[in-house]
Every structure is written in structure tokens, then in C-alpha cells.
């Protein structure tokens, strides 16, 4: 076994991961000194663009995104520094780790792109749900909840590439998840996806409520001072796999998603009813700008 304290991975999975990846180390060196640069207080943007300008896949990466409808610019951003004001600090980190998992992902085998092209799609719309679940419930999170969207599942994209052939039997990307879904991936891997990716973005030494979301988004009541977080996430993704399931949930039952039971425990105001009225036309929304930020 290895890994950080409480966060424990085969050894069989580690030797498979070093194999498939080279280095188990998420972000390269520009994307971490990027990264670094914009969680400072005082960040400079245009220091931040000085860095993000030696990384050519991530400029690019950066701008199309930038230019994209779901980060409506009421016109095309063509330089890099003018995207990074217009994205602002926080969206700025969400991108240099959304382009890195990116970078990880390609290294799945062609036989399960199309599994992992579903697992982008969601992670793109469960970040999204997560911005605008976060503006609803007025939670006051500033950018991780986007973050913590988009690797909450990343476990299950590391279970592609440790074990490609016996995934669809780990997980059949049916996203009809049971209660015991990570009962199900311990009996056969001896680690769920959800502490694998927990577990991944410790040893990236990513920030501790992102990895308490991945780690939790299952089980938001364990997840400490983190629990809106690992709530919030929990309840974009249930609404995020409506979409995906097949056929999809129409229309989507909202009073079966019960992380939002765990946001009102947490003290946010009629979040039940705040989510029955307003979940339909956030999926419609989600979806439409997930398809098309994926497709870039």
C-alpha cells in the first residue's frame, strides 16, 4: 500500500499508474508555477499570463475556453493576458487544472475513450451545475466548487487507465449510481473512485476542500468543515448523471437528490425549494455549455 495518511492505495494500482503515466505528479512545472502565482493574495495577472505563456498547450487551452459561451465574452479574446483579466484569478486556476487533467486522460487507451470522453462531459457538467447551484443557495464559494465539479469523478478516469479492460466491469458508466457504488469498486479494486481521487489530488497537493469534495462527494456528512462543499458537489452531480443515464431522467425527480436534505442541515434556506424550482432550466443550461466547452 502507499499513499498520504488516511488516503491508502494498492500498491498493484500505484505500479500501474507509474506505468501508464511515468510520473504519478498531475501538474508540470509551468502549470504549477501558474497555479501558485494566481492562489496568491496579491496575484499579479499579468504575471500569471507571463508564466502561463511558456506552456503553449495551456495558453491555448486557456483561450479557447476563455472564448467559449460558457464564460460569455461579448466578443473573441485573441491575447492571453486579456482572457486572464476577463477569466479573473480564481477561473484561472480552475483552467490550468482542467487543462492538466486533460493532459492525464489522453493516455487512455482507445478502447475506453469513449467511456472517458463521458467522464469529461460530466466533470464539465457537474462544475458548471456546482457555479450556478453555488450563486442559488448564495454558499459564497469563489471558484473550488467549479474545481471540485470537474475532478469529482476523476477516480473513475485513473480506473481507466490502471485497468482498461476490466473497467466496464468496476464501472459501467451507466450513470445509475447505487447507494454501495463504492462498496462495489473496494470488493474488486480495494479503493473507491472517489478516495482514488482523493487520493491523487493529495499527492498533487491540490487544496484540502477540494480533496475532501472528491473524497466525500458520496458522503458529504463526513467530509468535516467541508461539508457544503462535498454537498453542494454531491448535488450537481446527481443532477449531472440525470442527463447521462439511459435514457435520460425526464424529468429529473429532484426530491431523490439528497445532498440538498444535507445542504438545508448545513443551515442554507430553502434549498429544498430553491432547487425543485430552479433545477430543470439549469440542466438544460448545463448541458448545452458542457457539450460545447468539450467539444472545443
Not at 30 to 55: F, H, K, M, Y
Not at 232 to 241: E, G, K, Q, T
Request: charged residues 20%.
Amino acid at each position: 500500500m502507499d499513499g498520504e495518511p488516511g488516503l491508502v492505495v494498492p500498491q498493484t494500482i500505484l505500479d500501474s499508474l507509474n506505468r501508464t503515466l511515468g510520473s504519478l505528479r498531475m501538474l508540470p512545472e509551468v502549470a504549477q508555477q501558474a497555479l501558485t502565482a494566481a492562489s496568491a493574495p496579491d496575484c499579479d495577472l499579468q504575471e500569471i499570463g507571463r508564466i502561463i505563456q511558456r506552456d503553449i498547450r495551456l495558453t491555448t487551452f486557456i483561450l479557447r475556453i476563455a472564448n467559449s459561451s460558457a464564460f460569455g465574452s461579448p466578443k473573441a479574446i485573441a491575447s492571453l493576458p486579456k482572457a486572464i483579466l476577463f477569466i479573473g484569478a480564481r477561473r484561472v486556476q480552475s483552467l490550468i487544472i482542467a487543462s492538466s487533467l486533460d493532459a492525464i486522460a489522453a493516455h487512455v487507451p482507445p478502447a475506453v475513450r469513449q467511456a472517458q470522453g463521458s467522464l469529461w462531459l460530466h466533470g464539465f457538467m457537474t462544475g458548471l451545475l456546482a457555479t450556478r447551484l453555488n450563486t442559488l443557495f448564495g454558499l459564497g464559494f469563489d471558484g473550488e466548487q467549479f474545481t471540485a465539479g470537474l475532478m469529482h469523478d476523476f477516480g473513475r478516469t485513473l480506473i481507466l487507465l490502471v485497468d482498461p479492460l476490466n473497467a466496464p466491469h468496476v464501472d459501467p458508466l451507466n450513470f445509475d449510481e447505487p447507494h454501495n457504488i463504492e462498496d462495489r469498486e473496494r470488493a474488486m479494486l480495494g479503493v473507491s473512485h472517489a478516495e482514488l481521487g482523493a487520493w491523487f489530488a493529495e499527492v498533487n497537493e491540490l487544496p484540502d476542500p477540494l480533496i475532501a469534495a472528491i473524497q466525500w462527494h458520496h458522503q458529504p456528512r463526513h467530509a468535516g468543515e467541508w461539508r457544503r462543499l462535498a454537498a453542494l458537489i454531491a448535488v450537481a452531480d446527481h443532477a449531472a448523471n440525470s442527463l447521462q443515464q439511459v435514457p435520460p431522467q425526464q424529468p429529473y425527480v429532484h426530491e431523490s437528490n439528497r445532498g440538498v436534505a444535507i445542504l438545508e442541515e448545513e443551515g442554507v434556506p430553502l434549498a429544498t425549494s430553491k432547487f425543485a424550482k430552479n433545477i430543470e432550466p439549469m440542466l438544460d443550461v448545463a448541458l448545452q455549455e458542457a457539450i460545447g466547452l468539450t467539444s472545443l
